[in-house]
């Protein structure tokens, strides 16, 4: 509704026919996006293509999405002016579609300056092709606008990106209202990884777990959802989905992109993150911000723009990406924190789980506000994208779970006090394989309060204990939960059981 209360006619409505525009060029071919964005590219050593953009990262707090935040008049002329950008400029237009599963699949539009090709090549990479179906969603991303501003109208599922030439941007778009789509459904859009793994038991018997990780950016949520876990056949663990995906009443989980991943790249190493390393250094890729010399040689460790440096993988050239991008059902869900003070795995009940879920305590990183990378922040649900309230997300995530019987537990990919324990990718590994072997045994702590492995085949858990590297531990964590109560109490729909269990 506008300031008068008068209903204003849809700005996607106002869209031409990109299949009869003379100034539209509709779905070209990924090679004629590449020659498209020519001018802008240095070929890498590998024969990839990598571009520099001027923004680089989500412009975050210059974003409002009508359901949340009150829209004048001055934010629908903003959408309107998108909606001129496509009237007036050589334009592009890409059909996708995102999702595979009947219950979340969209078909998805994105208009963007051909002048600005390099976002349509990256972002065409993350999904799969369209057929033929009307568009579900669209958005409008045009760089050259004179103020930066992102407005999103959630119903109406139109997205205008302005000022901002970031490619994650137009990808945030989609996956912003797919979360919010399956959650009108009935389900709950997670800004999370999921993996299938198939191992022996402690009886020796083949059995299939379900994972799903949920992580801010930068916190190894990448890297443990592709790590193959060093399993040899028949056992294996293959990743299904990177960044987001939807769990659903059943006990699926639907994915969102069934083409490509959009990685960071900074620090990437053949050694630690091979097939990660491998699909980044492919032909295929697309590096965006990534350090590369006129002769095309790669440096993933110089931070020569940002360190949000990022490539578009595909999924092909991923060892640990399996064809399949929907889980069949969840059986254990996994919150990534950096949390000094967390041990590095800890078991929840379902209340704790949902404590974990508000919380989303991780540490800020350069693809959120560079300005404050490093700093301890909490984002609900580790995902910076939720449309609605954020307390009934909680109580949403808290029935589901409750509801499919699902395993969840916290698990700590950083350090421990004042990094004197560093818990590396190893120690992570070795506790999701034997978390999915099902051979760790609990114990309730009294230290901590928390429910804590007793023992860890392959791993000297008593070395990790947290109070033994945190000075004045008891203090430290009573502090740590007042904090967290009093973050929680802000959440006026978050139902008080979920408040009391607060660890």
Known sequence: M??????????????PDPTEASNVR?????????????????????????????????????????????????????????????????MICVDRLMGRHPDATFCCRLYVPVAHARIALAWAKLFEPADGRDPDLVTVQNPDHERTAIRVLPEDGFTAVLGSDYTGEAKKSFLRL????????????????????????????????????????????STLTSHGLWLEEPEDAVMLQDDVCALLPDGSVAGSEGQGL??????????????????????????????????????????????????IVQRSELESADEEIDLDGVDQVFFITRNPLMPPVAKLDEEEAAVAFMLGESIETSAGDPSRAGESIRVVGTNPFIIGSEGEEGNQFRDLIAELD???????????????KDIG??????????????????TDDEATGL??????????????????????????????????LEYLEGFEDLDEEIKEATY
Request: net charge negative; aromatic share 8%; with cysteine.
């Open 2 to 15: 506008s300031e008068t209360g008068t209903k204003r006619r849809s700005p996607r409505r106002e869209l």
């Open 26 to 90: 509709y779905n070209p071919t990924l090679e004629e996006l590449r020659e498209l964005a020519e001018d802008d590219e240095i070929t890498t050593e590998f024969g990839s293509s990598s571009y520099v953009s001027e923004y680089r990262s989500r412009s975050a707090d210059k974003t409002k999405n009508a359901v949340d935040d009150e829209f004048s008049t001055e934010d629908y002329e903003l959408l309107e002016n998108a909606v001129d950008a496509v009237e007036a400029r050589e």
């Open 178 to 221: 797919f979360m919010y789509r399956t959650k009108q459904r009935g389900g709950l859009g997670l800004h999370a990884g999921s993996k299938r793994v198939r191992v022996r038991d402690g009886d020796g018997d083949m059995h299939t777990v379900g994972q799903v990780f949920l992580g801010l950016s930068a916190t190894g949520k």
């Open 262 to 311: 959009f990685i960071k790249t900074i620090g990437l190493e053949r050694e630690e993150q091979p097939a990660l390393y491998t699909a980044a250094t492919h032909e295929s890729a697309v590096l965006e911000n990534v350090a590369v010399d006129d002769d095309g040689t790669v440096d993933f460790d110089e931070p020569r723009y940002t360190k949000n440096s990022r490539a």
């Open 406 to 420: 699902v395993d969840c537990f916290v698990i700590n990919t950083g350090y421990l006090g004042d990094e004197s």
């Open 425 to 442: 990718v190893t120690e992570s590994v070795t506790i999701l394989t034997e978390l999915a072997r099902g051979t760790i045994e609990w």
């Open 451 to 484: 429910t804590l492995p007793e023992a860890v085949p392959g791993l000297d858990i008593e070395a990790f204990s947290v109070p033994d590297h945190v000075d004045e531990y008891e203090t430290a964590a009573a502090e740590l939960r007042e904090e967290r």
